[in-house]
């Protein structure tokens, strides 16, 4: 079955660091989307970066990057010079492109960023 | 407006009660859908329209009733509800249904069963 599994309950970062929110999938299907979505406390889910299975290069969106793993299934999320806006839930989750949109959800980790 | 909006932001209904949550979105997408979130737990997809047309329900109980009438336009019909429906559910929007096209999300509506 797929599954998409978030370790990190929590995470504390000091502004201006860098972070890295851990994010392992589980499916046997060779085709696949791995997501990172934000979840600010006012309840709306934002995208944020995008990996296919197939491509080659870590997908990269500004401050964010995805280091994608692919033999250890990972899909880990680097924010790169945290800021205090960036305090929220972070999702990873999982599509597989022949299930048709089917988005497959992880348990969330609430990242907070301290001054 | 722009994006996906959802309305009421907040609703607040005992179990006999019958309301509607509202979904649209501005995108010229194809595809929406519609999600739980209940405290603790994943998001749950529940339902998936493509064109109008039903093609995921995720064993979701009938007091639960969607409704596309048309592509920008997405409702959840609901109707004697459980308190552990309790829940944000949020509406989301793609280009098409295929796997590589992301999804945006409206800002949710807050349910409380009383």
């Known amino acids: 079955a797929q599954k998409i599994t978030q370790t990190q309950p929590g995470m504390f970062v000091q502004e201006k660091e860098a972070v890295t929110l851990d994010c392992t999938y589980d499916?046997?299907?060779?085709?696949?989307?791995l997501f990172w979505y934000k979840q600010p406390s006012s309840g709306e889910m934002i995208f944020l970066i995008y990996?296919?299975?197939?491509?080659?290069q870590n997908a990269t969106e500004g401050r964010y990057s995805l280091n994608f793993q692919k033999a250890r299934k990972s899909a880990n999320l680097v924010i790169s010079a945290s800021q205090l806006g960036d305090s929220a839930m972070y999702f990873c989750?999982?599509?597989?492109?022949?299930?048709?949109?089917?988005?497959?959800f992880g348990q969330g980790t609430e990242l907070s960023v301290k001054p | 407006e722009t994006g996906v909006t959802q309305t009421p932001r907040h609703l607040v209904m005992g179990m006999t009660n019958k309301k509607s949550l509202k979904c649209e979105q501005h995108?010229?997408?194809?595809?929406m859908y519609w999600y739980k979130q209940s405290a603790k737990k994943p998001l749950e997809l529940m339902f998936v329209?493509?064109?109008?047309?039903?093609?995921e329900n995720n064993s979701v109980p009938s007091r639960f009733s969607p409704e596309c009438p048309n592509s920008s336009h997405l409702f959840l019909h609901l109707h004697t509800l459980q308190p552990e429906d309790s829940a944000l559910y949020l509406c989301?929007?793609?280009?098409?249904?295929?796997?590589?096209?992301?999804?945006?999300f409206g800002p949710g509506t807050r349910l409380t069963v009383l």
């Open positions: 329209y493509s064109l109008e047309e039903r093609v």
């Open positions: 990996q296919g299975s197939y491509d080659q």
């Open positions: 499916t046997s299907d060779p085709s696949y989307g």
């Open positions: 989750a999982m599509v597989l492109y022949n299930q048709g949109g089917k988005l497959i």
């Open positions: 995108l010229g997408h194809n595809a």
């Open positions: 989301a929007s793609s280009l098409a249904i295929s796997g590589t096209n992301e999804q945006f």
